[in-house]
């Protein structure tokens, strides 16, 4: 079974500034994906990042990074000259490959509040 | 990516009727999935409904409860059947395209049962 940690209930953050969402995850499958959803207040759901575990090269979008740590398994989101619309929900997901095994597996989340 | 609708996207009901859910995605799809979201909490998967094949939930979900049916690659529903105020969620769809390998969601149905 796959377990994803986020063990930060709720962050601030000033605008323009930088802030970091911290993630684990275990599993004990070699071929897996991680991801990054926001929820803002709208409800819907929005994918910012992706990252291959085969890949050693953290992945960037934008303002949005990550830093993987395998051997950690660890899976942090930074996000750069926050901005007001960046204040939402943010969901860690997990997803194990395997056709019909397929699952995404998501933490609690991290509420996002970001301060002009 | 996938453009996914939903209807409706919010509904009030009565304690012990039942509503159906519509999601509607833009491309075909073989894998997709039903997601219910208690206020406040991260998102938990009801079922899978692979499109030729019977629906597949996750502990604690029961077909009587949350009959799904998915006729083609584009569509599917979900019915919550004999509501109660414990049912009061937002209830989301969501698909995996073959490629890339990414989950998208839909908009959400907020439900509450008075």
């Known amino acids: 079974a796959q377990t994803v940690t986020q063990s930060q209930p709720e962050m601030s953050v000033q605008e323009a500034e930088t802030v970091t969402l911290s993630c684990t995850y275990d599993t004990s499958e070699s071929d897996y994906y991680l991801f990054w959803y926001k929820q803002p207040p709208s409800r819907q759901m929005i994918l910012v990042i992706r990252?291959?575990?085969?890949?050693?090269q953290n992945a960037t979008e934008n303002r949005f990074s990550v830093n993987f740590q395998k051997a950690a398994k660890s899976f942090s989101l930074k996000i750069s000259d926050s901005q007001l619309g960046d204040a939402a929900m943010y969901f860690c997901a997990l997803a194990v490959s395997g056709g019909s095994n397929y699952k995404l597996t998501f933490g609690k989340g991290t509420l996002l509040t970001v301060n002009p | 990516s996938a453009v996914i609708s939903q209807k409706p996207s919010r509904d009030i009901c009565q304690r012990g009727t039942s509503l159906t859910i519509q999601c509607q995605v833009d491309?075909?799809?073989?894998?997709m999935f039903w997601y219910r979201q208690q206020p406040g909490q991260s998102l938990t998967l009801i079922a899978t409904a692979n499109q030729g094949s019977e629906a597949t939930y996750e502990s604690g979900f029961v077909i009587d409860k949350f009959p799904i049916s998915r006729p083609n690659l584009t569509f599917s529903t979900l019915t919550v059947s004999n509501m109660s105020p414990e049912d009061s969620s937002i209830y989301l769809c969501?698909?995996?395209?073959?490629?890339?390998?990414?989950?998208?969601f839909g908009p959400g149905t907020r439900l509450t049962v008075t």
């Open positions: 990252q291959e575990a085969y890949k050693q």
């Open positions: 491309s075909q799809v073989t894998m």
């Open positions: 969501s698909v995996l395209p073959d490629s890339p390998y990414e989950q998208y």
